[in-house]
């Protein structure tokens, strides 16, 4: 029998990690709400909801690894809470049955707020609203019988990529010759995680059962400011580097008052005005992955973004 492999999700990462499976002549299943996802002859998309126990029965039956890429319906700790935990914990039951891995996609607020780069061997204990959901979230896999991974990435960057502060709110008016909006400090390293890294690290991960059970930083790029983000993009598109209004900390605070939006960006704020600095130099070497150049990323997303537009 071929491997099977099953995508639970068809965002940014969902959509990398099915497709390269894909191209690797990999039998994928991809589980949504919708049936959506990417098309392939080798991706079965079908209608699930992961957060329901009785859909997700036997969906995971001869499984090689599953790969969950899940997200919530708002940038809220009160939604991550309320739909991750749960979603989590019922993919974790079920992969146990299967007797199969769960290679997890997820960020780095669990660090909370770092003085110097973020290294695997630092405590994740945050213990205030979104990033303290994620420490609830990687303490209940480290809890579950089920083995488990979890790839931890800074901010997306790449093609899917919208809901990110290096996606559709950077490249959108570059490319249409708009003022962007940034926010925080414009001059400060920042990194950024290309989302095809990302999958190839949940991949090789759920591929070595040495990897297992443990939180591994997905290849990263050197970190670059913003502004050096913004005029690569420029260049890169041939377009003019544009304006850019970067909304301080305490104006997002201020607007936190009265928008939600504002006040859940505001609680993340650290993130853009200090060094923001994933160092995933002792994963790269485990994983024997290493990340794309940054300018290559860029080509890419630029790339993607025209043919969006």
């Not at 997200?71 to 700790?77: D, H, I, L, N, Q």
């Not at 110097?116 to 990687?138: M, N, Q, S, Y």
């Not at 002792?282 to 997303?301: K, N």
Request: aromatic share 6%; hydrophobic share 45%.
């Amino acid at each position: 029998m071929p491997e099977l492999h099953i995508v639970t999700g068809a965002g940014p990462a969902g959509r990398a990690v099915a497709e390269q499976l894909a191209e690797a002549g990999k039998p994928v299943r991809v589980l949504t709400r919708s049936g959506g996802g990417p098309e392939h002859a080798l991706i079965q998309r079908r209608q699930v909801d992961v957060t329901a126990p009785e859909q997700l029965s036997g969906q995971f039956d001869g499984a090689t690894a599953v790969y969950h890429c899940l997200g919530a319906s708002e940038y809220t700790a009160k939604a991550w809470r309320a739909e991750l935990l749960p979603a989590e914990q019922a993919v974790l039951d079920e992969a146990g049955k299967a007797g199969t891995v769960v290679v997890f996609v997820e960020n780095i607020y669990s660090y909370g707020r770092v003085d110097g780069p973020i290294t695997e061997t630092l405590p994740r204990t945050a213990d205030f609203g979104k990033p303290g959901v994620r420490t609830e979230l990687l303490r209940a896999r480290e809890a579950h019988a089920t083995a488990t991974v979890s790839v931890a990435a800074a901010d997306f960057l790449g093609p899917y990529v919208r809901a990110s502060v290096s996606g559709e709110q950077l490249f959108v008016p570059i490319l249409t010759g708009k003022r962007v909006q940034a926010f925080g400090k414009l001059d400060l390293p920042h990194s950024y995680t290309y989302i095809p890294d990302v999958a190839a690290a949940m991949i090789r991960a759920a591929a070595d059962e040495s990897l297992w059970n443990s939180v591994l930083h997905a290849p990263t790029a050197p970190p670059i400011t913003q502004q050096q983000l913004i005029d690569t993009i420029a260049s890169t598109a041939g377009v003019a580097s544009p304006k850019v209004f970067a909304a301080p900390a305490a104006l997002l605070r201020l607007l936190g008052i009265t928008n939600p939006m504002m006040r859940e960006l505001a609680e993340m704020s650290y993130q853009v005005t200090r060094p923001f600095v994933l160092d995933s130099t002792q994963s790269e070497q485990r994983l024997g992955l290493h990340p794309t150049p940054i300018d290559q990323a860029v080509a890419a997303t630029v790339a993607w973004w025209k043919s969006q537009l």
